[in-house]
């Protein structure tokens, strides 16, 4: 994608490269030389926890970040073979924020890095807490370098810092999304952000005071879902939504991920459960049952046609089980446990237990049928993780980062 984009650069500026040629030829005093002021802010990073991975933020600063400040014209000259030689002796230059750049000639094939490439060598050299204040400058820099990242990709990357314990610093990239282009405007993208946040309470032992942060976050991503700018881009080709199809903010597989946390909590405070967590766990709950037919599994929730090649659900189609019981383990635990906080709460909250009971059972049956063809581990490591106890998750945890990153690379996650 990179190489594409600088010859996209060099294309475009064809007409204006001929245009220079002609005012070089006329005036011996013009020059490939220039100084600009630009009003875009400048993109620095912190010192990191290794050389390897300042040396690796360096060349993604130089290489792709700082050539986004260069006008047009100026930034195709760059990537013109027939201008290496003069390049050499005057290069572009450009000021910002009073610091002087100069470019020379880049090979748009081999000088170029690959997007995906070294943004996971940088994430994979991220070790200490002061490494990830450099996440945000990261996306930030592609995002003023125009550089688009695929659903995919952003997935790996909630996946990445997820698993190394920073899923708030993407929380915090998406309530920047004017600057850093994340968008939670995708299924995956958002369930991957909304499940490493539970996980943070279920490695907690859903800790009151780490479970009730773990909310507060979860509640940020859903409330974000509503914001104009994290609102699909419908494209064409996809055409209308087909109908039954639910928007994000009202799909109860998002929804019931801050369901489990408000009633994981709530029984954590047991009989002194705070009044503004149980309304939560009734508010989650009736949102769900209104949106879950009672005699559906829960990816029946959406139309079946989102589950095929090419749609927005694939990723926990049945063919990808493995992921989903990776994501559906802490749904169900929340389940149970919303469950039980209705029920304690009295006659009046009945009936809504009952309707919640029938949806939890039909989640406990689709993700045993699911465990039995699941291709992979982290769907089992996750199950363990969840549902058998602290000294299974102090054990595994380190073990499930491996998995983790296992799954990812080959695609079975």
């Known amino acids: 994608m990179s190489r594409q984009l600088a010859l996209?650069?060099?294309?475009?500026?064809?007409?204006?490269?001929?245009?220079?040629?002609?005012?070089?030829?006329?005036?011996?005093?013009?020059?490939?030389?220039?100084?600009?002021?630009?009003?875009?802010?400048?993109?620095?990073?912190?010192?990191?926890?290794?050389?390897?991975?300042?040396?690796?933020?360096?060349?993604?600063?130089?290489?792709?970040?700082?050539?986004?400040?260069?006008?047009?014209?100026?930034?195709?000259?760059?990537?013109?073979?027939?201008?290496?030689?003069?390049?050499?002796?005057?290069?572009?230059?450009?000021?910002?924020?009073?610091?002087?750049?100069?470019?020379?000639?880049?090979?748009?094939?081999?000088?170029?890095?690959s997007t995906k490439r070294i943004?996971?060598?940088?994430?994979?050299l991220f070790?200490?807490?002061?490494?990830?204040?450099?996440l945000r400058p990261l996306i930030e820099g592609l995002a003023a370098a125009n550089r688009k990242l695929s659903v995919e990709?952003?997935?790996?990357?909630?996946?990445?810092?997820?698993?190394?314990?920073?899923?708030?610093?993407?929380?915090?990239?998406?309530?920047?999304?004017?600057?850093?282009?994340?968008?939670?405007?995708?299924?995956?993208?958002?369930n991957e952000v909304l499940h490493f946040?539970?996980?943070?309470?279920?490695?907690?032992?859903?800790?009151?005071?780490?479970?009730?942060?773990?909310?507060?976050?979860?509640?940020?991503?859903v409330d974000l879902l509503e914001e104009e700018d994290h609102q699909p881009t419908l494209k064409k080709k996809d055409g209308p939504p087909p109908p039954g199809w639910l928007p994000l903010p009202r799909d109860p597989m998002v929804l019931l991920s801050p369901l489990h946390l408000a009633a994981a909590l709530a029984l954590k405070q047991g009989a002194e459960a705070e009044a503004d967590v149980v309304d939560k766990v009734v508010k989650y709950a009736t949102k769900i049952v209104l949106l879950w037919e009672e005699d559906k599994a829960l990816r029946q929730t959406q139309p079946a046609a989102l589950f095929k090649r090419g749609g927005p659900f694939l990723y926990i189609s049945e063919s990808r089980n493995n992921k989903f019981v990776k994501l559906a383990a802490p749904w169900l635990y929340g389940l149970n446990a919303a469950v039980k906080v209705l029920q304690d709460q009295g006659p009046q909250h009945s009936e809504l237990a009952a309707q919640l009971q029938k949806r939890r059972d039909n989640l406990d049956a689709e993700i045993q049928e699911a465990r039995k063809t699941a291709s992979g581990e982290i769907g089992e490591v996750t199950w363990r993780q969840v549902f058998e106890g602290e000294n299974v998750r102090q054990g595994e945890q380190e073990d499930g980062v491996k998995v983790e990153d296992k799954t990812v690379e080959d695609g079975n996650s």
């Open 8 to 113: 996209s650069a060099f294309r475009v500026g064809n007409g204006v490269l001929g245009y220079t040629t002609r005012r070089i030829a006329a005036s011996t005093r013009r020059t490939f030389s220039s100084t600009a002021q630009r009003k875009k802010e400048m993109i620095y990073f912190s010192k990191a926890s290794s050389q390897e991975l300042d040396d690796v933020l360096t060349e993604i600063r130089r290489k792709i970040v700082l050539p986004a400040y260069l006008p047009q014209p100026q930034r195709a000259k760059i990537y013109a073979k027939k201008y290496e030689k003069k390049l050499q002796s005057d290069p572009v230059t450009i000021e910002v924020d009073r610091e002087v750049f100069k470019f020379r000639y880049v090979d748009p094939y081999s000088g170029v890095p």
């Open 153 to 190: 990709t952003l997935a790996k990357l909630v996946r990445v810092v997820g698993t190394k314990g920073h899923i708030y610093k993407i929380v915090e990239l998406a309530r920047s999304v004017k600057r850093t282009g994340f968008k939670l405007d995708e299924s995956e993208t958002v």
């Open 197 to 221: 946040i539970q996980m943070k309470a279920v490695f907690s032992d859903w800790d009151p005071a780490a479970t009730e942060k773990a909310l507060r976050w979860a509640e940020i991503v």
């Open 127 to 134: 070790s200490e807490p002061a490494d990830f204040d450099n």
């Open 119 to 124: 943004l996971f060598r940088a994430l994979d």
